[in-house]
């Protein structure tokens, strides 16, 4: 009868080696135990007839067996390694009897997962998964490290440490024995690798190694772990108007692409509230909801209590590489409960409930959607916000055709209705041909044309005196003629650039019967981004008819290291005496307010931008916007100046005049400190009676962050007064433990 057949593949081996050395070593790295069998060369096979054993890597500068006893011996450098685990030591034994390995010396071994356990002596039996260090110490694969004086594996998975330390902060570089930033110190710690946790027993927590809390028992997830169902570390506060705060935080992580926190909320001196956080990540999409309620005091000072809350909810899906779907759902029980309570508020005070369905493909966009809005000003009115359903649009750019020439179509439809006020249906049609040319000599012109339609239903309009419906329209053609000339001269360190760039339009006047509502063309904006635009209006309510000429210049100085300096000027001349905008000051007269530019960024440590309009009589300014942001990385400084003599034409706010001031600085490697402060520069006059200026809010923090601590402590005052929200100081501090989690607490 034949003996069972081993077969043993060693990839690499050097210094001195025997094949029984290399059959003993594979069979007790490769199988769980020896088998017994007969004899073959001396060898005892240690696995079953026909198997072949998995690759090993086996270096050792010499390497013997030792027959009668069945102890086979590498030393010198000794590397085996199988799979994805690998063993270095200075001498590793192996008894074959009891199927047991000795390693002494530098012991180092890499885990499948990347983690590298370290020791003086140890003693392990089933392919290293069980086994005895002494002098354990392991590293993980972000540079956490667990130390104590010896450690126990079972099945590959817990390893039971003694007198054991956790500490995923570095060592000091000139000293490491200096006690790192904070660790912890336990008699008992287990390190569970499949729960991926680390738990301790008798725990202290040392800060510079002075000890700061105790813990019978404690435990947190590994390094490994992104993300875990269970209790977060509280906050703690206490606040003027609310008292004593708390919350207690619970994840709960769903599924590895599906997640809630649950926060109660507990206030001394107010109701609690229970807040919610939904996310969910989809192959093709997300969905991300948050939400709270509450149960307070009547807000009017009537007897009894009311529900509170809120709930914010959007998601986008793609449904194939053309099309794709967004929706969002936003709601609140009142106007100022978002702000009250701390909770995020949408932009311009105003809740917006929509969904979207929308297809790209080369130039072409299609979109179909519906909107709902609540605005939160104390003078908004709920029967006068539209619904807007449904709105739909259609924009079409064909390929280019003979000169270079294309076409483009623009389609729509909207329906809009209110409770109270004026509700009206949209179709508008608009094509346009198009023709880019760029001459010999360097001048670059295009000519445009476009024919608009538009057919409203409309009722309750009111114009003049009277409110009229039915049906109204207009066709309306336009003709644009653009030219542009860029001279472009060489500098010794760059080039230079100066570019007239002047533009005919030409279109039939008015085109704005009063008959037709105007909801989407309400605020007009006239600067330098759209001074050349076939319409300074932001919609279709509203064309923008009669000749005008259009003219400027651009200027420019590009450095050759990155380095600019840009200019532009422009006006607009209208043909007419008669205004298509009234109500905008900039461009009631014939000739437009001057508007322009500035930017200067002459390298990394200084970018500035100035935008400005010019009144075209005696240059006074208009509207100024300035931006710089200046310094080195280490201290940056920000200033953002707006000022604005009309203020919104739709009447969301007046004449406003602001500054605000900011500065970022790194104090040392882990230091940092930011400030800023928000100032209204505006004085009480006859349009604005009771706006006197003054500070709208200031705030400074500080901030250490280094490997395995974040601190940050910020103090905000906020001026800021709407019905119940009353103006308040706040203390924000949070603390964060890599791997432990942190509080935070504000006063």
């Not at 499949?194 to 725990?203: C, F, N, Q, T």
């Not at 509230?273 to 996310?279: F, G, K, Q």
């Not at 998601?315 to 590489?321: L, S």
Request: charge should be neutral.
């Amino acid at each position: 009868m034949k003996p069972p057949r081993l077969t043993v593949r060693v990839l690499v081996f050097t210094g001195r080696l025997t094949l029984a050395a290399i059959a003993a070593l594979a069979v007790a790295w490769g199988s769980p135990a020896a088998a017994q069998g007969t004899k073959a060369d001396g060898v005892k096979p240690g696995a079953a007839a026909g198997k072949i054993l998995p690759y090993l890597i086996l270096r050792a500068d010499e390497v013997t067996f030792d027959q009668k006893s069945g102890i086979a011996t590498a030393t010198g450098n000794v590397e085996i390694a199988q799979g994805l685990r690998l063993l270095r030591a200075d001498k590793v034994t192996y008894w074959e009897k009891t199927d047991t390995f000795t390693a002494i010396g530098n012991i180092a071994i890499v885990e499948p997962n990347g983690d590298v356990i370290f020791g003086d002596q140890g003693e392990f039996t089933n392919q290293f998964k069980d086994g005895f260090i002494k002098g354990f110490r392991m590293l993980f694969k972000d540079n956490s490290r667990l130390a104590a004086t010896g450690g126990r594996r079972v099945g590959g998975v817990v390893t039971t440490l003694s007198k054991g330390v956790f500490s995923p902060c570095d060592l000091c570089k000139n000293d490491p024995s200096h006690a790192p930033l904070w660790r912890i110190r336990a008699v008992r710690i287990i390190h569970d690798n499949v729960r991926k946790e680390i738990e301790y027993e008798d725990a202290v927590l040392e800060m510079f190694g002075i000890p700061v809390a105790y813990f019978p028992y404690m435990s947190h997830a590994g390094p490994s772990v992104k993300r875990r169902s269970g209790l977060l570390i509280p906050s703690y506060g206490s606040d003027s108007e609310f008292g004593f705060t708390v919350e207690i935080p619970y994840f709960w992580a769903i599924n590895p692409s599906e997640d809630l926190t649950l926060t109660p909320v507990v206030y001394s001196a107010e109701a609690p509230i229970l807040a919610a956080v939904y996310r969910k990540r989809f192959a093709h999409g997300k969905v991300e909801a948050e939400g709270s309620i509450t149960q307070p005091d009547r807000v009017d000072g009537g007897s009894g209590t009311e529900t509170r809350g809120h709930l914010l909810l959007k998601g986008e899906h793609d449904i194939d590489p053309v099309w794709r779907a967004k929706y969002q759902l936003q709601i609140s029980s009142d106007d100022t409960y978002l702000r009250r309570y701390g909770f995020n508020e949408p932009d311009n005070q105003t809740l917006t409930t929509s969904f979207n369905l929308e297809g790209f493909k080369g130039y072409n966009y299609a979109q179909l959607s519906g909107y709902h809005f609540r605005g939160l000003r104390e003078d908004d009115d709920p029967g006068e916000t539209p619904l807007v359903v449904p709105f739909a649009e259609l924009h079409y750019v064909s390929t280019p055709g003979p000169g270079g020439s294309y076409l483009t179509a623009e389609s729509s439809f909207l329906a809009l209705h209110r409770n109270e006020g004026t509700d009206s249906r949209r179709i508008s049609l608009k094509g346009g041909w198009h023709l880019p040319y760029t001459a010999r000599t360097g001048e670059v012109y295009e000519l445009s044309a476009s024919l608009q339609g538009d057919l409203y239903s409309v009722s309750d309009v009111i114009t003049g005196s009277k409110s009229e419906s039915g049906l109204t329209g207009r066709l309306f053609p336009q003709l644009i003629a653009k030219w542009r000339y860029p001279f472009v001269r060489k500098e010794k360190r760059g080039s230079q650039l100066i570019e007239p760039i002047a533009a005919l339009v030409l279109a039939p006047n008015g085109g704005n019967p009063s008959k037709i509502p105007n909801e989407d063309s309400q605020d007009v904006e006239f600067d330098d981004t759209n001074l050349f635009s076939p319409s300074r209006f932001t919609g279709v309510d509203r064309v923008d008819g009669g000749q005008r000429f259009i003219y400027g210049v651009n200027w420019g100085l590009y450095s050759d290291q990155g380095g600019a300096i840009e200019a532009f000027i422009g006006q607009s001349y209208r043909l007419r005496s008669k205004s298509e905008f009234p109500e905008v000051a900039a461009l009631r007269d014939q000739a437009s307010d001057l508007v322009g530019r500035i930017r200067v960024s002459p390298g990394k440590y200084l970018d500035l931008l100035y935008r400005f309009k010019f009144d075209h009589k005696d240059l006074k300014a208009k509207r100024s916007e300035v931006k710089v942001s200046a310094g080195p990385n280490w201290l940056r400084g920000n200033v953002n100046y707006l000022f604005d003599d009309q203020g919104s034409i739709a009447g969301e706010f007046g004449p406003r005049e602001e500054i605000t001031l900011g500065l970022t600085a790194r104090l040392s490697r882990y230091w940092s400190m930011t400030a800023n402060i928000r100032e209204d520069l505006t004085d009480g006059d006859d349009t604005n009676p009771d706006d006197n200026g003054g500070t709208i809010s200031q705030n400074i923090g500080f901030k250490y962050q280094d490997e395995c601590l974040i601190f940050n402590i910020k103090f905000e005052r906020s001026f800021t007064e709407d019905r119940d929200l009353k103006p308040k100081d706040t203390l924000f501090f949070q603390l964060i433990f890599k791997h432990l989690g942190g509080f935070k607490g504000t006063g």
